[in-house]
């Protein structure tokens, strides 16, 4: 029972560059999330997912889009990397209102 | 639109004292307030959760309660430890299936 897990850990862009990030999850949550960190503005929502082939968003969506084709699969694309976009990212999961999210461990993506 | 303070941002204190950080969220209309705990690079462990209709819950060392009407909710760390230093964030969920975070309490005991 892996939880949350994130690919990759780490990753270097360059202005311009595209890449997604995975979160997958084996606990069977209907909800996910990705979240990003910046020092000073605490952990933003970027966009969240109600249920498989659902994506809404959050407080910062701008230059991120997002797929969950797949239940445990919760994608988190970046079309044209900007030096703005560095940061820590974070995917959690959620089951319910009684519950507690769940966080993978994060992704440091850096764009120079 | 929610908005979560945690004050101070930092705390220094002797190993052995007992910790108190504080949450304070402007819209007590919440399904439930979570704790967590981050250490330096990694990714955020839940301590505690406490659902809206109680007033305290309790682990461990960890003691949080929540006062909805006042909007705010505390941690206490009993006896803290060299290993209870890291950076602690509250979180509100309420409509919308989306929480909303604080911006943390780095907190460094001394040994």
């Known amino acids: 029972n892996a939880g949350v897990t994130q690919t990759p850990k780490f990753r270097v862009l360059k202005t311009g560059q595209s890449m997604t990030l995975l979160c997958a999850q084996d606990?069977?949550?209907?909800?996910m999330y990705w979240y990003r960190q910046d020092p000073g503005m605490g952990l933003r929502l970027i966009h969240y997912?109600?249920?498989?082939?659902?994506?809404a968003k959050g407080e910062v969506p701008d230059g991120y889009n997002v797929s969950r084709l797949k239940k445990q699969n919760f994608l988190l694309g970046l079309e044209s990397a900007a030096p703005s976009q560095t940061s820590v990212y974070f995917c959690?999961?959620?089951?319910?209102?009684?519950?507690?999210?769940?966080f993978g461990p994060g992704t440091r993506l850096t764009v120079t | 639109k929610q908005e979560v303070t945690q004050i101070p941002a930092a705390l220094s204190v002797p190993e052995g004292e007992n910790l108190v950080l504080n949450c304070s969220f402007t819209?007590?209309?919440?399904?439930?307030l979570q704790w967590f705990r981050q250490d330096p690079g990694k990714g955020l462990t839940s301590l505690l959760l406490?659902?809206?209709?109680?007033r305290e819950q309790t682990s461990g060392r960890l003691n949080a309660s929540l006062d909805k009407s006042s909007g705010r909710s505390t941690l206490y760390i009993a006896a803290s430890q060299p290993g209870d230093s890291a950076t602690y964030l509250c979180?509100?969920?309420?409509?919308?299936?989306?929480?909303?975070f604080g911006g943390g309490t780095r907190v460094l005991v001394k040994p």
């Open positions: 979180a509100v969920k309420a409509a919308g299936n989306k929480l909303t």
């Open positions: 819209d007590s209309a919440i399904y439930n």
């Open positions: 959690a999961t959620w089951t319910g209102e009684l519950y507690e999210q769940y």
């Open positions: 997912s109600v249920g498989e082939g659902t994506t």
């Open positions: 406490i659902q809206s209709s109680q």
């Open positions: 606990m069977n949550h209907e909800y």
